[in-house]
């Protein structure tokens, strides 16, 4: 696939106006408000993987409604004292999978939190253990097209307001130091740790790549592939329902979050990526901080012959070396 958004010079420069609602902070402070409360935990049960320098536990704990999320928990072995922690969020259609799976983190010297995605898991990996029992709202059977006609109704409301949860239970969990969490995902899992960054003021760092939910409406006009797709696809046979569902996504754009963020930012973008097309990261990279001050520090590093997998591993090693400097990782 050629590069087909705009040229890098113009994506560095990229910042389109949003949309927002005017009740986009009471809409979020109120979600959010219901799911406080509660003590995160549910539970925290030791898991067997099979790895011996790795251990793992088997947590749920309160998302929205207080609704019980899974999530693997991990650590090295045979550590000692607080650990900063990484919360990961997942891709779009895959579920938490099995603990071994994701040790990047861990292996690095994190405390480790991966957390389902309720109502997803059946599309890719090893699935997922989280159902959604509030998915009963008009939409397509895909999580971006749930209850796309009214904000309070959409899949991603229960996402977004999980995720914030997952920080609040990582720091509930012991061996972890509440002042350094980071919220770290990719694609789909990039849009939700940029929502959290948005909405945890005290969140430490965040990592995203390809985030999804980023300049949404560009978006919609450029790609047809992956959640987008799915969106175009509702609204072609849902003829007049643009204004409903633009309403319930500005909502959930990536954009308004990070212009609330304050936490220092690492961002990566493959500049072929047509699932979710870099002027929408740009655009969030752009506007970072700007109702805030500015974050700390922020950067971003393009990939120009690589799509929705962007840097890959060489991109990694960029995220593993800029977290260690900002929460300070000897």
């Known amino acids: 696939m050629p590069a087909f958004d705009l040229p890098l010079p113009e994506l560095e420069r ?5 949309e927002e609602p005017d009740d986009f902070d009471p809409f979020w402070h109120d979600t959010l408000a219901e799911a406080a409360g509660r003590d995160p935990l549910v539970s925290v049960r030791p898991v ?34 607080p650990l900063p ?29 991966l957390m389902d995605n309720r109502g997803q898991g059946d599309q890719y ?25 009214a904000a309070r109704d959409h899949h991603y409301r229960r996402l977004i307001t999980d995720a914030v949860r997952a920080v609040t239970a990582v720091r509930a969990l012991p061996g972890v130091d509440g002042a350094r969490v980071a919220a770290v995902g990719n694609s789909q899992g990039g849009g939700i740790a940029l929502a959290v960054a948005g909405l945890v003021h005290d969140l430490a760092a ?71 097309p870099p002027s929408g990261a740009y655009a969030a990279f752009n506007r970072y901080g700007e109702l805030t001050g500015g974050a700390a520090r922020k950067e971003i590093h393009a990939y120009p012959y690589n799509g929705h997998e962007g840097g890959d591993a060489i991109h990694v090693r960029r995220q593993l070396a800029w977290l260690h400097a900002v929460l300070d990782v000897s």
């Open 14 to 18: 990229h910042r389109p106006a949003v």
């Open 85 to 113: 922690a990484v919360v990961e969020f997942a891709g779009y259609g895959r579920g938490r999978g099995l603990p071994h799976e994701r040790l990047t983190w861990v292996n690095a010297g994190y405390a480790h939190l």
């Open 48 to 81: 067997d993987s099979g790895l011996r320098l790795t251990e793992s536990w088997d947590v749920t704990f309160r998302g929205f409604a207080g609704d019980p999320v899974r999530a693997w928990f991990s650590r090295p072995a045979h550590t000692r004292g």
């Open 206 to 276: 965040t990592v995203v790549s390809a985030p999804l939910l980023c300049g949404i409406r560009r978006a919609l006009e450029l790609t047809d592939a992956g959640p987008y797709g799915e969106i175009a696809a509702y609204l072609a046979v849902h003829r007049g329902a643009e204004t409903a569902a633009y309403r319930t996504l500005s909502y959930l754009e990536g954009i308004s979050f990070a212009r609330r963020a304050r936490a220092p930012a690492h961002f990566g973008v493959g500049l072929r990526d047509t699932v979710c």
């Open 125 to 149: 990996g090893s699935g997922g253990a989280t159902p959604d029992p509030h998915a009963c709202a008009p939409g397509g059977p895909g999580p971006a097209v749930r209850g796309l006609l």
